[in-house]
């Protein structure tokens, strides 16, 4: 049984950019509301805060990611407080709604990648 997705999450927020086009002109977007969605890859507990790394799938009219298809790249989504990653596991479908903050550069391998960057407002995962 599918959950009940908030309308915080249903709802698409204005000008709601593409991960390429934040990749493309970051400054320029940062503050900008965003509904994006995807697969977990790793989820980072900190001090103060936790980071979502997730791979972007495409989102249905509901807000779902798509378990598969292709994808603009990654981006975190970064928490206040703490995550549980048995809550949130690698390979789990994830929605998040919140402001574009300055990009994160951080390795994925040996490759440097700069991540664009969510504050959150609003997760929902299936």
């Known amino acids: ?4 997705i908030p309308s915080v999450i249903r709802n698409v927020p204005p000008g709601n950019p593409a991960l390429g086009e934040v990749r493309t002109d970051p400054s320029r977007l940062i503050g900008a509301r ?3 969605g995807g697969t977990i890859v790793a989820v ?3 001090a103060w805060e936790s980071w979502i790394e997730i791979v972007v799938r495409h989102l249905d009219r509901d807000g779902r990611p798509q378990e598969s298809g292709a994808s603009e790249g990654r981006f975190l989504a970064r928490i206040d407080g703490f995550v549980d990653p ?3 596991t690698e390979g789990q ?10 990009p994160v550069t951080r ?6 990648y700069a991540f664009p960057t969510t504050s959150r407002k609003s997760l929902h995962s299936e």
Do not use: C, K, P, Q
């Open 93 to 102: 479908l994830l929605t998040v709604v919140g402001a574009l903050e300055e």
């Open 107 to 112: 390795l994925i391998g040996d490759f440097s």
């Open 86 to 88: 048995v809550v949130y």
């Open 1 to 4: 049984m599918a959950s009940t």
């Open 44 to 46: 980072e507990n900190h």
């Open 34 to 36: 965003v509904r994006w």
